[in-house]
């Protein structure tokens, strides 16, 4: 190619990006400029919604990528992503945004009067979150709306985003979106057979280290999972050793684990063997690595279970969690069945006459 055909394409490219940047609010491009340097040629910006577009890039030819279209019209979110992944080198930046269940929710009961607003926004919600998340109904909406504003909470949206390979850098909501940063750390994770129905399952480390899969009921949006790291370094843990401030959690999410509804499917894997009645809580990766190293190998010495020791101790900070369980494996070590036995009474005791709850 001659320079004046690659002189004239740059040119081209440049106006076209000063275009889309001229219309962006003064605040969107504030937060935009803190991660990428919006007058390069190394970062690009868009408007699509489609991965062609994407995939037209040269691969690593760009620092940085913006996508001006919220990803709420974009039909495959993740396959869209995996193509900026794939089009970014290690610690490229991509930029974008999406409206939220809740912004929607808010825009959609201002735009009509009361009563009306509600009765629209209930059928808004089923047709545009629940039915791209039912197998017959899925194909329904698609071929009415063509994928385009899709309902999606933040939990999921931020979700894919880390499950295509990027570590979240900032989140921040201006007008009525939700901005995005991320920074590509990985490869994706290509989820080919993500969970949205009510029972899943979950990777889980079990005995001798082996990955497990916990069945549960769903508490969490969609995509969650692939949150706990960014959760822990934003929140850190809240009393009890959960993560604080987990927006990951539905309104019924937090219902069903008050009354331990989402734990009953765990009974399968005690039939199966996974796990046993008693026993340490089956870890994530993420929460296993926030452990000592001496209860982490004490940890995979025997099964996890389904009644934790934190019943019986009911320890606050991840330490005390810490002491409660290796206080346990030390026990169930010298005495296996003798130390089941004795918890699981205690757990019954506290759980049944004196309504101990997890938070």
């Known amino acids: 190619m001659s320079k004046s055909i690659t002189l004239m394409l740059f040119q081209r490219r440049r106006k076209m990006k000063e275009a889309l940047l001229k219309d962006i609010q003064p605040e969107v491009r504030k937060f935009l400029s803190k991660y990428a340097d919006l007058k390069s040629s190394a970062t690009r910006v868009l408007i699509t919604t489609t991965a062609f577009n994407v995939e037209n890039l040269e691969e690593h ?111 921040k909501e201006i007008g009525n979106y939700t901005y995005f940063v991320g920074k590509k750390e990985r490869q994706p994770y290509f989820d080919l057979s993500p969970s949205y129905g009510p029972l899943f399952t979950m990777n889980r480390i079990g005995k001798d280290g082996k990955m497990i899969q916990v069945y549960k009921f769903r508490t969490m949006y969609p995509y969650a999972e692939y949150l706990q790291e960014y959760i822990y370094e934003q929140n850190k843990l809240a009393s009890g050793g959960k993560f604080a401030e987990d927006f990951r959690i539905t309104s019924w999410g937090k219902f069903m684990r008050k009354c331990w509804l989402d734990e009953l499917p765990m009974v399968m894997n005690v039939l199966k063997g996974d796990i046993k009645i008693v026993g340490v809580r089956p870890l994530s990766k993420h929460y296993y690595s926030l452990y000592t190293k001496e209860l982490q190998e004490k940890r995979i010495y025997s099964k996890p279970g389904l009644l934790p020791p934190f019943y019986v101790d009911m320890p606050s900070t991840l330490d005390e969690i810490i002491e409660s369980e290796l206080k346990y494996l030390r026990a169930y070590e010298k005495r296996p069945v003798l130390t089941d036995i004795r918890y699981f009474f205690s757990i019954c005791t506290n759980i049944i006459f004196r309504k101990v709850r997890s938070n």
């Open 61 to 171: 030819s760009s620092q940085a990528i913006i996508n001006l279209k919220k990803i709420n019209d974009i039909r495959f979110v993740n396959k869209f992503q995996e193509a900026i992944n794939e089009r970014l080198p290690i610690g490229g930046v991509y930029a974008g945004f999406v409206e939220t269940q809740e912004q929607r929710k808010y825009r959609l009961l201002k735009k009509f009067m009361p009563g009306l607003a509600h009765l629209y926004f209930v059928f808004d919600f089923i047709f545009k979150r629940v039915f791209p998340k039912l197998p017959f109904f899925k194909k329904l909406y698609f071929f009415v709306t063509n994928g385009r504003n899709r309902v999606m909470s933040k939990a999921e949206a931020l979700g894919r985003l880390a499950s295509c390979g990027f570590k979240i850098i900032e989140v």
